[in-house]
């Protein structure tokens, strides 16, 4: 495995080995990916393996813009609204698949819908426009692992799964992206993300919530969806006012409750925007030998802090899934 800064050479040799079948994991806004042509179904097959997934969970297709999104997804009113707002973007939209549509049937686990959207990152658009074909990328961990916001978490989650890392920095987002569907009745939001409810809801009106969301109990729509998807080893005690003595802390805002073993604040003024971009990487720092338990402090339930929670939630839930080191 190699880890290559993000050179014009590296991002054709990446590209040339993506165009091959291989796999490359690269940087987005949101989280690294492990990315691999959409459209051919060994080399996404390749995927779910690298990450061990317990079975196939419809992927994300990367593109570079609208007008490439045409070409794999039945486009419609909605979706321009929104890629005109949201894209480039944390924002995955899920559409119809489109008659002749290129992308494989295993990037969506053979559903008739595709997942899509077009990240800013730089480093994912030059790497997107060197192999000139659709991406399909999810977080670049090993299956129901913390996601990776930096290419040394790829490297230590994956390995010598992934060949080729393209190291782009530090993730400025932070969170995975947020996926909307416009194939029900009213757009309904499966997962919340970098793009918040209330910035979707300036442009297209109220969305619907998903009844996958961990605040809620029944049936999982969004089939990535698993509870525990976003599990440290660790147990995870949510909303902590005060510590225990076996616990790392993960803290937010200017009070912080003393006696922990470890603490780190995700935003010591209260900033949402800084704590999503911290969470993933503290909450590694805090999955560690010595601490019994990650106490986490509320965070409020608005903006980028409804996507914290999601993940704090599915992080907190103690289910089957839940990998055990
Ligand atoms: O920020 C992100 O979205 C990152 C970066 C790499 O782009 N990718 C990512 O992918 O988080 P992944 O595979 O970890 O999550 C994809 C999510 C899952 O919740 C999956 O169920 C949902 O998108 N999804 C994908 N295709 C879908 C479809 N056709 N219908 C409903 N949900 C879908
Ligand atoms: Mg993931």
């Known amino acids: 495995m190699r880890i290559r800064g993000p050179t014009a050479q590296s991002i054709a040799e990446a590209a040339q080995h993506l165009q091959q079948g291989g ?22 097959a390749a995927i779910y393996e690298a990450k061990g997934r317990p079975r196939f969970n419809p992927l994300i297709s990367h593109v570079l813009d609208a007008r490439e999104a045409q070409r794999c997804v039945r486009w419609n009113a909605l979706a321009d609204k929104l890629a005109a707002r949201f894209w480039p973007g944390p924002l995955t939209l899920v559409l119809p698949r489109v008659e002749g549509s290129p992308i ?6 053979g559903l008739d819908t595709v997942a899509i959207r077009a990240p800013s990152h ?68 499966l997962r919340p993300g970098g793009a918040t409810r209330e910035a979707i809801e300036a442009v297209i009106g109220k969305v619907a919530l998903s009844d996958a969301l961990p ?43 003393s006696g922990a073993i470890l603490t780190f604040n995700l935003s010591p003024s209260g900033d949402l925007g800084e704590a999503a971009a911290n969470l993933f990487s503290m909450m590694r720092a805090l999955d560690r030998p010595g601490i019994g338990r990650i106490a986490v402090m509320p965070i409020p339930e608005t903006g980028l802090g409804f996507a ?18």
């Not at 494989?104 to 686990?109: G, M, Q, S």
């Open 308 to 325: 914290i929670n999601d993940r704090l939630r599915r992080a907190a839930a103690d289910d089957d899934e839940k990998p055990r080191r």
């Open 122 to 189: 730089p480093v994912a658009q030059a790497l997107m426009r060197a192999v000139g074909r659709p991406l399909a990328a999810p977080s670049a961990n090993r299956s129901g692992t913390i996601s990776p916001t930096t290419a040394l978490h790829v490297a230590q989650s994956l390995g010598e799964r992934v060949p080729i890392i393209l190291d782009g920095g530090t993730c400025l987002v932070g969170v995975e992206s947020t996926v909307l569907d416009l194939t029900t009745p009213a757009p309904t939001l």
């Open 215 to 257: 605040s809620g109990d029944s049936a999982l729509k969004s089939p990535g969806q698993l509870r525990s998807h976003y599990a440290p080893a660790r147990p995870v005690r949510l909303d902590s006012t005060s510590v225990g003595t076996d616990e790392g802390l993960l803290a937010f805002g200017p009070e912080v409750p």
């Open 23 to 44: 796999l490359v994991a690269f940087p987005t806004e949101t989280v690294y990916g492990l990315g691999a042509d959409a459209t051919n179904e060994r080399a996404v």
């Open 104 to 109: 494989a049937l295993l990037t969506t686990a």
